[in-house]
């Protein structure tokens, strides 16, 4: 890999080399943060304004120069409009900032594009696949859990969802320097795994489990059900008698349990892997076993526990979150008891500065519930736990039928794109493995469907608008980087950082490159909101700014520096989209 040090190149223009880094800012890998660094310093020091409030408030200008600061927050009393125009006549232009102008309360300051051109390619060229990441997360743990189905039941949208958007916050996350434990808690503890049994041993086949222990599971399970609604079956009863065996340790018991889980958790890494989904833990809730008993013994230690009818529960009504159930009369615990221990479990494991929970908003109160117990039991880490919500998806069922499993429908994706791929015989025919692109723009385009809005929004599971090569969708991305990629290959010499950066001086170049210069700040400032949303519009933003260069700057039949320079430019906002598209879990492909 050729390397470059900012400033290398001998074309290159003149730089700033001692530029005073803000307090929390990173002028070494954010290109952004030099010009604003360099604005700061001198405002702060012509207004005796706050250094961290003047590089705080720095935004995108509007209409005049290219970043501003408004001037009323930095408390300067007075006038804001005079200190606007007094502030601006005293700054002094540089090579970075070239002009500072007032403009009402704003001050306006443009920056030199062709500088900010260079600076933001040299750094790309430099950090490549982690151009973005920063370290504000150093020494910090954060346990995401996520994905978490229920063996023996059907994988619904509301764990694809929590499986798509869990693991872009673990990616988000990790970018900004977070040590980053990806955890799954399985639904596979409580009676219905006695009714599973059960089922087992009158309906189960052995090969069947092998071959596709999930949905043979679910088969099953539904079979069992039925039997039980029958009157007189006496299922139930047995079913009880069978998770009191597995609770109590009984091995037999627990043996075809294990299998069930095991078999279950194989299929289900094949399925996330297509996803691009890791988890470093499975676990589930009957890994929750002594943190369980524990929680109980504590709550009761804390007087926290009210009976009623012989049931133990907590009384959470002064915080409007009505009553939780964490016993039931016959001695066996619950969903909430689970959580409070497994929560106290992996506290003590980890030491966690942030857990976060993705899990579907039909799940607000149990949550909210959960967190009120953790903090009433005195734990101050309660408050480091996090919920991460989001809404419903309606009519996500397969194209033929109605019950709901992951891998048909990745199936269906990967087919439905597939046959859109055949319908271009000549480009489908340079394609080398086109099962497994059909795979990975199918994939793209479920991620970027689930991504467009904001989390709490429910939507429409839409086939024909989520394959549309048209508009804003998963596929689009996907052409736009292979597009990208094939410049590269298509251009009669390689890429290389030895270009006249003067050359890239007109708007589309600068929009892009800016564009560019903003990946940094955009994944710190989406750990804010954890919106995946944010990074899909900074997706297509980038890929329209590269249409837009494409219709007038050409690299095909241009003199040999002009082709250089804007191959280069191309190289990089392919790795900028690239990266994006990474943190959103898509694979970008070379070839489509
Ligand atoms: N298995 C649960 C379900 O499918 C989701 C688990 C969410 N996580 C938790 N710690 N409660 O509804």
Same mark, same amino acid.
């Given at each position: 890999?050729?390397?470059?040090?900012?400033?290398?190149?001998?074309?290159?223009?003149?730089?700033?080399?001692?530029?005073?880094?803000?307090?929390?800012?990173?002028p070494?890998?954010?290109?952004?943060?030099?010009?604003?660094?360099?604005?700061?310093?001198?405002?702060?020091?012509?207004?005796?304004?706050?250094?961290?409030?003047?590089?705080?408030?720095?935004?995108?200008?509007?209409g005049?120069?290219?970043?501003?600061?408004?001037?009323?927050?930095?408390?300067?009393?007075?006038?804001?409009?005079?200190?606007?125009?007094?502030?601006?006549?005293?700054?002094?232009?540089?090579?970075?900032?070239t002009?500072?102008?007032?403009?009402?309360?704003?001050?306006?300051?443009?920056?030199?594009?062709?500088?900010?051109?260079?600076?933001?390619?040299?750094?790309?060229?430099?950090?490549r696949?982690?151009?973005?990441?920063?370290?504000?997360?150093?020494?910090?743990?954060?346990?995401?859990?996520?994905?978490?189905?229920?063996?023996?039941?059907?994988?619904?949208?509301?764990?694809?969802?929590?499986?798509?958007?869990?693991?872009?916050?673990?990616n988000?996350?990790?970018?900004?320097?977070?040590?980053?434990?990806?955890?799954?808690?399985?639904?596979?503890?409580?009676?219905?795994?006695?009714?599973?049994?059960?089922?087992?041993?009158?309906?189960?086949?052995?090969?069947?489990?092998?071959?596709?222990?999930?949905?043979?599971?679910?088969?099953?399970?539904?079979?069992?059900?039925?039997?039980?609604?029958?009157?007189?079956?006496?299922?139930?009863?047995?079913?009880?008698?069978?998770?009191?065996?597995?609770?109590?340790?009984?091995?037999?018991?627990?043996?075809?349990?294990?299998?069930?889980?095991?078999?279950?958790?194989?299929?289900?890494?094949?399925?996330?892997?297509?996803?691009?989904?890791?988890?470093?833990?499975?676990?589930?809730?009957?890994?929750?076993?002594?943190?369980?008993?524990?929680?109980?013994?504590k709550?009761?230690?804390?007087?926290?526990?009210?009976?009623?009818?012989?049931?133990?529960?907590?009384?959470?009504?002064?915080?409007?979150?009505?009553?939780?159930?964490?016993?039931?009369?016959?001695?066996?615990?619950?969903?909430?008891?689970?959580?409070?221990? #497994?929560?106290? !479990?992996?506290? &003590?494991k980890?030491?966690? @500065?942030?857990? +976060?929970y993705? /899990?579907?908003? *039909?799940?607000?109160?149990?949550?909210?519930?959960?967190?009120?117990?953790?903090?009433?039991?005195?734990?101050?880490?309660?408050?480091?736990?996090?919920?991460?919500?989001?809404?419903?998806?309606?009519?996500?069922?397969?194209?033929?039928?109605?019950?709901?499993?992951?891998?048909?429908?990745?199936?269906?994706?990967?087919?439905?794109?597939?046959?859109?791929?055949?319908?271009?015989?000549?480009?489908? #025919?340079?394609? !080398?493995?086109? &099962?497994?692109?059909?795979? @990975?723009?199918? +994939?793209?385009? /479920?991620?970027? *469907?689930?991504?467009?809005?904001?989390?709490?929004?429910?939507?429409?599971?839409?086939?024909?608008?989520?394959?549309?090569?048209?508009?804003?969708?998963?596929?689009?991305?996907?052409?736009?980087?292979?597009?990208?990629c094939?410049?590269?290959?298509?251009?009669?010499?390689?890429?290389?950082?030895?270009?006249?950066?003067?050359?890239?001086?007109?708007?589309?170049?600068?929009?892009?490159?800016?564009?560019c210069?903003?990946?940094?700040?955009?994944?710190?400032?989406?750990?804010?909101?954890v919106?995946?949303?944010?990074?899909?519009?900074?997706?297509f933003?980038?890929?329209?700014?590269?249409?837009?260069?494409?219709?007038?700057?050409?690299?095909?039949?241009?003199?040999?520096?002009?082709?250089?320079a804007?191959?280069?430019?191309?190289?990089?906002?392919?790795?900028?989209?690239?990266?994006?598209?990474?943190?959103?879990?898509?694979?970008?492909?070379?070839?489509?």
């Open positions: 890999i050729p390397q470059s040090n900012a400033g290398g190149s001998s074309k290159g223009l003149k730089e700033i080399t001692d530029i005073k880094a803000v307090p929390g800012s990173d070494v890998n954010n290109v952004l943060d030099k010009f604003k660094c360099l604005i700061a310093t001198q405002v702060s020091e012509i207004s005796g304004a706050d250094l961290d409030k003047c590089f705080g408030f720095i935004e995108a200008a509007k005049v120069g290219d970043l501003a600061i408004p001037v009323p927050p930095l408390k300067l009393g007075g006038n804001p409009s005079a200190h606007a125009a007094d502030i601006c006549a005293k700054f002094q232009p540089n090579n970075y900032i002009k500072a102008e007032a403009n009402g309360i704003f001050m306006c300051f443009t920056i030199d594009h062709a500088i900010l051109n260079q600076l933001v390619i040299q750094t790309i060229w430099n950090k696949e982690s151009y973005g990441e920063n370290v504000l997360g150093k020494g910090k743990k954060v346990v995401v859990e996520f994905s978490s189905p229920n063996i023996a039941k059907p994988f619904h949208a509301g764990h694809l969802r929590s499986t798509i958007i869990g693991a872009f916050i673990a988000l996350y990790k970018m900004n320097g977070w040590d980053v434990v990806t955890m799954n808690y399985l639904g596979d503890w409580g009676k219905q795994y006695g009714i599973l049994a059960i089922g087992f041993e009158k309906y189960g086949n052995e090969e069947k489990l092998l071959e596709d222990p999930i949905k043979h599971l679910y088969d099953v399970y539904v079979q069992i059900n039925k039997d039980a609604e029958e009157e007189g079956s006496d299922i139930h009863d047995k079913a009880r008698a069978y998770f009191k065996r597995m609770e109590d340790g009984d091995e037999e018991a627990l043996n075809l349990w294990r299998k069930f889980r095991d078999l279950s958790i194989v299929k289900y890494k094949e399925t996330y892997a297509r996803l691009n989904v890791h988890f470093d833990v499975y676990s589930g809730e009957s890994q929750v076993t002594e943190g369980m008993d524990r929680a109980l013994k709550l009761h230690e804390q007087n926290l526990l009210v009976e009623s009818d012989g049931a133990l529960m907590v009384d959470l009504k002064r915080e409007k979150l009505n009553v939780a159930l964490v016993q039931k009369k016959d001695g066996t615990t619950l969903y909430i008891t689970r959580d409070i221990g #497994a929560a106290m !479990e992996r506290y &003590e980890y030491k966690f @500065d942030k857990m +976060i993705v /899990v579907a908003s *039909q799940q607000d109160l149990h949550l909210k519930q959960l967190f009120t117990i953790l903090d009433k039991m005195g734990y101050d880490w309660a408050k480091k736990c996090e919920h991460v919500n989001f809404g419903m998806v309606t009519g996500m069922s397969t194209r033929k039928g109605t019950a709901v499993f992951l891998d048909q429908i990745l199936a269906d994706t990967k087919e439905s794109m597939h046959n859109v791929m055949q319908q271009n015989a000549q480009k489908y #025919a340079q394609i !080398e493995d086109p &099962e497994q692109v059909a795979d @990975d723009i199918g +994939i793209a385009a /479920v991620k970027i *469907q689930d991504f467009a809005a904001k989390r709490v929004k429910n939507y429409d599971f839409n086939w024909n608008r989520m394959f549309s090569f048209e508009g804003d969708t998963g596929p689009y991305l996907q052409y736009a980087h292979a597009r990208l094939s410049v590269e290959r298509n251009a009669p010499f390689s890429v290389t950082l030895d270009v006249d950066f003067t050359l890239l001086k007109e708007k589309e170049a600068d929009d892009l490159l800016l564009l210069s903003q990946w940094p700040d955009q994944v710190k400032q989406t750990l804010k909101s919106e995946p949303c944010n990074i899909v519009i900074y997706a933003k980038v890929a329209h700014a590269v249409s837009a260069a494409w219709e007038k700057l050409w690299v095909v039949n241009q003199e040999r520096p002009i082709a250089e804007r191959l280069l430019m191309y190289w990089t906002a392919r790795v900028v989209l690239g990266n994006a598209m990474r943190l959103l879990g898509i694979k970008p492909l070379e070839r489509m």
